[in-house]
T-cell receptor
């Protein structure tokens, strides 16, 4: 079946360090992936997306890497800031139009 | 430009009651999806509405129903509430047909069933 999972439930980093959040997916037919950030009491906020015809995409301080061979994607955050503290979800577009399958999430805690 | 707006923000209901949640999509968007997010978990897809019809559905019972209006706003109805229906209910919108599939989420409605 389709599933999106995350390797680590919690990640603690020092302010200024780089953060890497990992995600595994099981549906090899998936062609679109999204990273969302969710702060306490708020809805998920779009960070960056990537399609299966790419292996890397960069945004402002963020990079998403996609490895289709092992069905793995990662989110890299450069120079992590306290405002980056949140739960991060990867989501897979599951066959239908914009039917997203989310993993359980990784909590990122940034320490001064 | 208003993003996705949901109402109410918080709601407390008793088991067996019925509830209606509302969503206004982002300006220019015509497709609305609803998700249920239990505490400590990722959002789970409930269903999606486009052109006032339910187009896709996740693994949720018939107690969960919805509606989309001509102005693209949407309602989520849940009948015969169970304690397990307590969750954050999220609405997401996109504009179908553009090729873009970035979904914008609202702040959610926190439903507590007692």
């Amino acid at each position: 079946g389709e599933s999106v999972g995350l390797h680590l439930p919690t990640l603690s980093v020092q302010e200024g360090d780089n953060s890497i959040i990992n995600c595994a997916y099981s549906n090899s037919a998936s062609d679109y992936f999204i990273w969302y950030k969710q702060e306490s009491g708020k809805g998920p906020q779009f960070i960056i997306d990537i399609r299966s015809n790419m292996d890397k995409r960069q945004g402002q301080r963020v990079t998403v890497l996609l490895n289709k061979t092992v069905k793995h994607l990662s989110l890299q955050i450069a120079a992590t800031q306290p405002g980056d503290s949140a739960v991060y979800f990867c989501a897979e577009n599951s066959g239908g139009y914009n039917k997203l399958i989310f993993g359980a999430g990784t909590r990122l805690a940034v320490h001064p | 430009d208003a993003g996705v707006t949901q109402s109410p923000t918080h709601l407390i209901k008793t088991r067996g009651q019925q509830v209606t949640l509302r969503c206004s999509p982002k300006s220019g968007h015509d497709t609305v999806s609803w998700y249920q997010q239990a505490l400590g978990q990722g959002p789970q897809f409930i269903f999606q509405y486009y052109e006032e019809e339910e187009r896709q559905r996740g693994n949720f019972p018939d107690r969960f129903s919805g509606h989309q209006f001509p102005n693209y706003s949407s309602e989520l109805n849940v009948n015969a509430l169970l304690l397990g229906d307590s969750a954050l209910y999220l609405c997401a919108s996109v504009r179908k047909g553009t090729g873009a599939t970035e979904a914008f989420f609202g702040q959610g409605t926190r439903l507590t069933v007692v």
